[in-house]
């Protein structure tokens, strides 16, 4: 492994952690716009937030266990491996090899496994409501991304995320049908599990209907800050795995390191066409109530499993 | 094999109308339905114009022309005026679980993917592999009809249908004769108004357009 690639590895790790809070705050403000208000504090208002709370000192419930301690640290640590794992610039990072699309599914579990047992931790009402619904989402999600990275994984005969990329970007040119179908059952997916409008509010405190606020609301100072944080590397993580299967156009191939620039430019046009879009749908469409969410989610690994037929009708 | 350009644009088209197809069958608002129909219009009428392109068959390229007048236009148009003056355009149907729908969906597409499969090894057409999401479009537009109870969504449901028939001659033999064409073409337009009236009549005779009120035959 060459000193330069462990280099870009490390390029794309700190990137991926110090853009996270601005792709949240360009959703934000697309989102302000939108809806006709100025927006508070633009786009670096996420990273505000961030160090406020960094600033303040934390409070912990007398009860708190040990759990209720490491779990931020856990899900900041899970996801921003998770972010960094995804194939963004080039796909040939000594990291690489470690890119398969079941161990990136993994991750995501274990982050929401211990984030619901944090919840739960310390025993209030709204904490063990929000981690029953969070792993109400979370088990009709898996099934239904793991189906879609199987749509992916058959064209490309690969669950490494580095081949899949490299067949469907540096291949020849092929219209995939399946891929339709996997990619508006992905766009739900995403909705569902970064606690987007149709399924959850993330900018409300409102008892009956949220979802992941409600499981972080003993969270104060240092430990909320880190579970925010994770929040936007997440997102940055889904966008980045979606680009990476159905846009992977412009990633730099391997041993190209004049592709780079060219790389970073397209990612940055993609990611902002994606905050903007997602904004968007945020804007036109109303929250769901919570029994509705199975259905949402039933449809998405539906459309998921019709990917994976089309495939074998249309493309084999 | 590589498979040729058009035919991935065609197969693009054949998943998006399965898609739409899908769309409907989970679609609780009319006005939604409707829009959804003329979209399923204007992607019958691509995917004919690509067939026709690529196999030359100058005759499909009339039946793209009529499909994009009579499906994406006419028909949507006499639609929304039927649901503006039957002030039923907010109507939203309450329909009762919708995730088993879709199941029974899913095993009507894979019913009929198995069911085509031997058809299209035997077809030279560029659009043989389309022809199974073809019979799951018409079967999953009679599902459809099944399961709504109220008369505008059957109806939609019914005119979905017959653009799954067409898709399917379309993949299967490249169209049928214009002459058979322009007969459905007609039986579906005179079909349209006919329905239209009797929507009316089914109104004044019974308040309601849930044809469930219909099933009883004599008032007791």
Redesign the interface.
């Given at each position: 492994m060459s000193f330069s690639a462990i280099f870009l590895q490390l390029i794309q790790n700190l990137l991926v952690l110090l853009a996270a809070p601005l792709l949240l705050g360009w959703v934000n403000q697309c989102r302000a716009w939108m809806q006709g208000r100025r927006g508070a504090g633009g786009v670096l208002q996420p990273y505000r937030n961030l160090i406020k709370l960094f600033h303040k000192d934390a409070v912990l419930a007398n009860n708190a266990s040990p759990l209720f301690r490491v779990t931020p640290y856990i899900l900041f640590a899970c996801m921003w491996l998770a972010a960094a794992l995804v194939p963004v610039l080039a796909t040939n990072l000594p990291l690489s090899p470690a890119v398969d699309v079941i161990a990136l599914v993994g991750i995501f579990a274990l982050a929401r496994v211990f984030i619901a047992l944090a919840a739960m931790d310390i025993g209030t009402a709204f904490g063990s409501l929000g981690a029953r619904r969070e792993m109400l989402v979370g088990f009709l999600a898996e099934p239904a991304l793991l189906m879609v990275l199987f749509t992916a994984s058959t064209i490309s005969h690969s669950t490494s995320l580095i081949t899949i990329v490299e067949t469907l970007a540096h291949k020849q040119f092929m219209l995939y049908p399946s891929m339709a179908f996997a990619a508006v059952a992905f766009l739900m997916i995403l909705l569902a599990e970064n606690a987007r409008v149709p399924v959850d509010n993330p900018s409300t405190h409102l008892e009956l209907t949220m979802i992941h606020e409600a499981m972080i609301l003993e969270y104060s100072a240092r430990h909320l800050a880190l579970i925010e944080w994770a929040s936007t590397l997440k997102l940055l993580a889904y966008m980045t795995i979606g680009i990476a299967l159905f846009v992977p156009y412009g990633i730099a191939e391997a041993g190209n390191w004049g592709g780079l620039p060219l790389a970073v430019l397209l990612l940055t046009l993609k990611l902002l066409l994606g905050g903007a879009g997602l904004a968007l749908i945020e804007t036109v469409s109303a929250k769901m109530r919570i029994f509705r969410v199975p259905e949402f989610m039933g449809t998405a690994f539906l459309l998921a499993v019709l990917g994976l037929l089309t495939h074998f009708l249309l493309e084999v | 094999m590589?498979?040729p350009?058009s035919a991935?644009?065609i197969?693009?088209c054949?998943?998006?109308l399965?898609?739409i197809a899908?769309a409907m069958l989970?679609q609780r608002r009319v006005l939604s339905l409707i829009n959804l129909f003329a979209l399923q219009g204007l992607i019958l009428a691509v995917s004919t114009t690509v067939v026709a392109y690529s196999s030359n068959q100058h005759h499909l390229y009339y039946s793209a022309a009529l499909t994009l007048l009579l499906k994406a236009i006419v028909l949507p148009v006499i639609l929304y005026k039927l649901i503006h003056k039957l002030d039923i355009r907010w109507d939203v149907e309450t329909m009762f679980n919708?995730?088993t729908i879709?199941?029974v969906?899913?095993l009507l597409?894979?019913f009929s993917?198995n069911l085509a499969?031997p058809i299209s090894q035997m077809a030279g057409t560029i659009t043989k592999?389309?022809l199974?999401?073809a019979m799951a479009t018409v079967l999953l537009s009679f599902l459809m009809m099944i399961t709504r109870s109220k008369a505008v969504p059957q109806v939609i449901g019914f005119l979905a249908m017959e653009n799954g028939l067409f898709f399917a001659a379309t993949s299967a033999t490249y169209g049928m004769p214009m002459v058979v064409e322009m007969g459905i073409a007609l039986d579906v337009l005179i079909g349209m108004f006919i329905l239209g009236i009797f929507f009316f009549q089914i109104r004044t005779a019974f308040d309601s357009l849930d044809l469930a009120h219909m099933e009883k035959l004599k008032e007791d």
């Open positions: - | 590589p498979i350009f991935q644009v197969n693009m054949a998943a998006l399965l898609l899908f989970s919708i995730p879709m199941l969906g899913l597409v894979v993917f499969a592999s389309t199974g999401i």
